[in-house]
């Protein structure tokens, strides 16, 4: 039993590459709230190895007490297909050998284990996602119940007016199981949803990767080191070494510190057939020519502003 906390009560599901874990180490110092459990799902590498970096990471941190799930390897509707090794490197987590632990996962898949922390903390928990959602839409298959029980989703995926990442139109959460996308986004609960359209645009710069390299903690010199293969990828982006901050962005936006300011509550849908559009996240926003404008009905706000940027805010916090 997960002793109830006073502060807000979160689950991250993910799958540990570089960004996600800037996402884990930031959580981790983030005072608003308390992550009770991570389920990790296949996307940058296996939910396993996801797993298993994750562990390390929160052994690195002390903070051995939080409960790791393995959840699902393949997506719902077609199988794990290696990964993004070119991304995040081929133990998802750009090459760093991360001390060994003693940590294991718990026994429960990672939809089980957020079914029983969504009962154990009685409405209040909230989930945020950065991987592929094949996790969330199992959990859903498995209680149908499970939104009345969850306070807030927001999910990092996705891309509005933005080009995808992984096709012209596909964002890799979302292009990596879109049938899993399609359930977790119909679903009756408040979701938000951040979208490449804002995490494109908030970037780690050299400074940013020289001061966390200098840092006094460890997990801050272990995930300046995984940034430094992440620099490497984005350079084709973004004409120089830098990088895309889309986990950390979701996890800033989820837990208050970066506020959203131009984010329409609208419908979305995704295509989940089989053609040059699969993964596509088609968001109504042609209400949106004045101004956020919010449509009647909507329960997902897509985030395409924030208030400032992330970077100096991601740094303070990962340093702290
Ligand atoms: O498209 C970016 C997303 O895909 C991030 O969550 C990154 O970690 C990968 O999972
Ligand atoms: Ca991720």
Same mark, same amino acid.
């Not at 884990?24 to 709230?33: D, G, K, Q, R, W």
């Not at 903390?121 to 498995?142: C, D, M, S």
């Not at 096709?167 to 959460?173: D, G, H, L, R």
């Given at each position: 039993m997960t002793e109830p906390t006073s502060r807000r009560?979160?689950?991250?599901?993910?799958?540990?590459?570089?960004?996600?874990?800037? @996402?884990? $180490?930031?959580?981790?110092?983030?005072?608003?709230?308390?992550?009770?459990?991570?389920?990790? *799902? /296949?996307?940058?590498?296996? @939910?396993?190895?996801?797993?298993?970096?994750?562990?390390?990471?929160? $052994?690195?941190?002390? &903070?051995g007490d939080i409960p790791v799930a393995v959840g699902s390897h393949d997506a719902l509707a077609r199988a794990f297909d290696g990964g993004a090794e070119h991304v995040h490197g081929g133990n998802g987590i750009g090459g760093v050998e991360l001390p060994d632990t003693d940590l294991t996962p718990i026994a429960e898949s990672a939809p089980e284990f957020?079914?029983? #922390?969504?009962? %154990?903390?009685?409405?209040?928990? %909230?989930?945020?996602?950065?991987?592929?959602?094949?996790?969330?839409? #199992?959990?859903?298959?498995?209680?149908? /119940? #499970?939104?009345?029980?969850?306070?807030?989703?927001?999910? !990092?995926?996705?891309?509005?007016?933005?080009?995808?990442?992984?096709?012209? *139109?596909? %964002?890799?959460?979302?292009?990596?199981?879109?049938?899993?996308?399609?359930? !977790?986004?119909?679903?009756p609960w408040p979701l938000t949803l951040v979208p490449l359209d804002v995490t494109v645009e908030n970037t780690f710069e050299e400074e940013h990767l020289a001061g966390l390299l200098a840092a006094e903690k460890p997990l801050a010199r272990a995930v300046g080191a995984m940034l430094g293969y992440y620099f490497d990828f984005?350079?084709?982006?973004?004409?120089?070494?830098? /990088?895309?901050?889309? +986990?950390? #962005?979701?996890?800033?936006?989820?837990?208050?510190?970066?506020?959203?300011?131009?984010?329409?509550?609208?419908?979305?849908?995704?295509?989940?057939?089989?053609?040059?559009? &699969?993964?596509?996240?088609?968001? +109504?926003?042609?209400?949106?020519?004045l101004g956020p404008v919010d449509q009647p009905g909507a329960h997902i706000r897509v985030v395409l502003g924030t208030d400032r940027p992330l970077d100096a805010h991601l740094l303070e916090r990962l340093l702290a």
């Open positions: 009560p979160v689950y991250l599901d993910c799958d540990t590459g570089i960004d996600d874990a800037l @996402a884990i $180490a930031y959580l981790l110092a983030s005072p608003e709230i308390e992550l009770v459990g991570i389920g990790t *799902v /296949s996307g940058n590498v296996s @939910a396993a190895q996801a797993a298993d970096n994750t562990l390390r990471i929160l $052994a690195l941190a002390g &903070r957020l079914i029983r #922390l969504a009962e %154990e903390h009685a409405g209040r928990l %909230e989930v945020i996602t950065i991987g592929p959602v094949t996790n969330i839409a #199992l959990a859903l298959r498995l209680d149908q /119940s #499970l939104p009345g029980r969850v306070a807030a989703v927001t999910a !990092m995926g996705g891309a509005a007016f933005a080009s995808g990442n992984v096709t012209p *139109v596909a %964002e890799a959460n979302i292009w990596n199981d879109p049938e899993a996308a399609a359930v !977790m986004l119909s679903a984005y350079v084709d982006l973004y004409g120089r070494r830098a /990088s895309a901050l889309h +986990d950390p #962005l979701a996890a800033a936006i989820a837990v208050g510190a970066i506020l959203p300011t131009n984010a329409p509550l609208v419908d979305v849908v995704v295509d989940a057939t089989a053609g040059p559009a &699969r993964g596509q996240t088609i968001c +109504d926003l042609r209400g949106q020519r």
